[in-house]
T-cell receptor
Framework: KAGVTQTPRYLIKTRGQQVTLSCSPI?????VSWYQQTPGQGLQFLFE???????NKGNFPGRFSGRQFSNSRSEMNVSTLELGDSALYLC????????????FGPGTRLLVL | DAKTTQPTSMDCAEGRAANLPCNHS???????VYWYRQIHSQGPQYIIHGLKNNETNEMASLIITEDRKSSTLILPHATLRDTAVYYC????????????FGEGTQLTVNP
């Protein structure tokens, strides 16, 4: 069974631009969560999607948004990029919200210049 | 979710058991203890979880004290590939998939 796929793996943007990251969960998994990892703040929860609905949201500004499609694939968008948005963005999938095991993807490393 | 406390770093000799402690003194009765690890620049990997009883799987063993205020993750025969940051997380499964990561323990397995 294929694991969680995230694209692109690396991305360079400039301040003020926007970016869209994609996550394909493991086949059959319907819950997708997003995390941001920075050296200063560590791993922080962004949001969770299930059945195309956002179920849970972390403490991030409205510039961070996401969505989920009917095939469970998810995208997250960051608008008006700031230098501090440089981070590793991780996606995790599970069968359903609260399932015992979550599987993380390799992440997308975003650099904002 | 309850806060956890872990040592910042630990060392272990290859082939020996690695015992990683975690303190979660404010854990609630319905909160599970989860362990994940993150090898450098990769996504976190689930290791094991438990509620009250000790648990064992192919990767590790989890020992939870009777009062549930602390736990220990045991890697029975550590290898160089076990070098990673290990995160102890407590959560209520009904709260969705949200995981609250602390700073974790950097385990370095030495040859």
């Amino acid at each position: 069974k294929a694991g969680v796929t995230q694209t692109p793996r690396y991305l360079i943007k400039t301040r003020g631009q926007q970016v869209t990251l994609s996550c394909s969960p493991i086949s059959g998994h319907r819950s997708v969560s997003w995390y941001q990892q920075t050296p200063g703040q560590g791993l922080q929860f962004l949001f969770e999607y299930f059945s195309e609905t956002q179920r849970n949201k972390g403490n991030f500004p409205g510039r961070f948004s996401g969505r989920q499609f009917s095939n469970s694939r998810s995208e997250m968008n960051v608008s008006t990029l700031e230098l501090g948005d440089s981070a590793l963005y991780l996606c995790a999938s599970s069968l359903f919200p609260g399932a015992e095991t979550q599987y993380f993807g390799p992440g997308t490393r975003l650099l904002v210049l | 979710d309850a806060k956890t406390t872990q040592p910042t770093s630990m060392d272990c000799a290859e082939g020996r058991a690695a015992n990683l402690p975690c303190n979660h003194s404010t854990i609630s009765g319905n909160e599970y203890v989860y362990w994940y690890r993150q090898i450098h620049s990769q996504g976190p990997q689930y290791i094991i979880h438990g509620l009250k009883n000790n648990e064992t799987n192919e990767m590790a063993s989890l020992i939870i004290t009777e009062d549930r205020k602390s736990s220990t993750l045991i890697l029975p025969h550590a290898t160089l590939r076990d070098t990673a940051v290990y995160y102890c997380i407590v959560r209520v499964e009904t709260s969705g998939s949200r995981l609250t990561f602390g700073e974790g323990t950097q385990l370095t397995v030495n040859p």
